[in-house]
């Protein structure tokens, strides 16, 4: 496993992060709670030493709660990410960065979590009915008291990441990028984090689970919910992906790799990235992905898989 200094926190964090987006059981389908502790737990064995949850990742923050689960035996080898300032309200998510409920959803976190600090304390989404300004000086007092190492911030945009550099002297961001959604990099937010020394540390790295390989319609009901979110289970975008995973599968073949693999050294070969995120809910498929750490894709795979990307994609 690599590593790699979380922005100006001197945190060192593997560059494959375990996420749990889907150990919240309500929105990648169902997912058992006992395989996903031993998926945690295969990361670590992995060498990953990073884990990534939130409060808004199930009802009741049921994702937390299998983390704390999954490390409290072994606190102090985990670098643990969590999120405030989404609720689940009756199901719904709600954006809340009321400085009062801020500090609420902090101390519920750390009970769920069965840890007295959060490594790194990100907010999760900007909420336009409270001051940004007001929300990130708390996040630094509540540094201030010990309870944080280090902040970030989520789903930023460039101006949002630099009033919370100002502010709060962030060690992170977390965009969403995948081969398939480079949002984060046309709006200049991965560029402007590598010029001001903040780690990025990207979520939906695998496309909720296409670029593994699963080119399958989904149908947005009960708790699976991801082609609500991601765009590419639905056509026009499925048949396309179908065809850059043909693309894809050629250079896994003659790598003897897996293409959920390539999919993510892909992400780790983009300038400015720290982690990528990668949501492994079995034991199998967090060894798998640990994998991707261990070699890198040349220069001429990569511009081969541009010029398919723009082909197919337009």
């Not at 007295?116 to 540094?143: C, F, G, R």
């Not at 499925?238 to 995973?245: I, W």
Request: glycine residues 10%.
């Amino acid at each position: 496993m690599k590593y790699r200094k979380l922005g100006n926190s001197g945190i060192d964090v593997s560059v494959i992060g375990q996420g749990t987006w889907q150990m919240g059981n309500d929105f990648f389908g169902n997912i058992d709670e006992a395989e996903a502790v031993r998926a945690i737990h295969a990361s670590l064995e992995s060498g990953v030493n990073f884990i990534d949850t939130a409060a808004g990742y199930g009802n009741d923050g049921e994702s937390e709660k299998i983390v704390g689960r999954a490390v409290s035996d072994r606190r102090d080898k985990v670098i643990i990410a969590t999120k405030l300032g989404v609720l689940r309200v009756h199901g719904n998510y709600v954006k809340c960065l009321d400085p009062n409920v801020m500090r609420l959803e902090l101390e519920t976190s750390l009970k769920r979590l069965g840890t007295d600090y959060i490594d790194l304390y990100y907010i999760h989404w900007p909420d336009y009915n409270n001051s940004l300004e007001v929300a990130l000086q708390t996040m630094v007092d509540m540094k201030k008291e010990g309870k944080i190492r280090a902040i970030g911030v989520s789903n930023f945009s460039q101006e949002q990441i630099k009033l919370a550099i100002e502010i709060a002297d962030i060690a992170a961001v977390q965009p969403q990028l995948s081969m398939l959604n480079r949002s984060s990099i046309e709006d200049n937010v991965i560029p402007y984090c590598y010029e001001k020394n903040v780690g990025v540390v990207s979520y939906g790295s695998l496309g909720g689970g296409i670029l593994a390989g699963r080119a399958e319609a989904l149908a947005v009901s009960g708790n699976e919910l991801r082609g609500s979110f991601y765009g590419y289970y639905a056509e026009p975008m499925l048949s396309k992906c179908r065809e850059l995973l043909v693309c894809l599968g050629k250079i896994a073949d003659n790598r003897g790799v897996s293409i959920a693999e390539l999919s993510i050294n892909w992400v780790l070969a983009q300038k400015g990235v720290t982690s990528a995120l990668i949501g492994a809910s079995t034991a199998k498929k967090a060894e798998q992905n640990a994998k991707a750490s261990l070699w890198e894709l040349t220069a001429e795979e990569i511009a081969f898989i541009e010029t398919e990307y723009t082909r197919i994609m337009g």
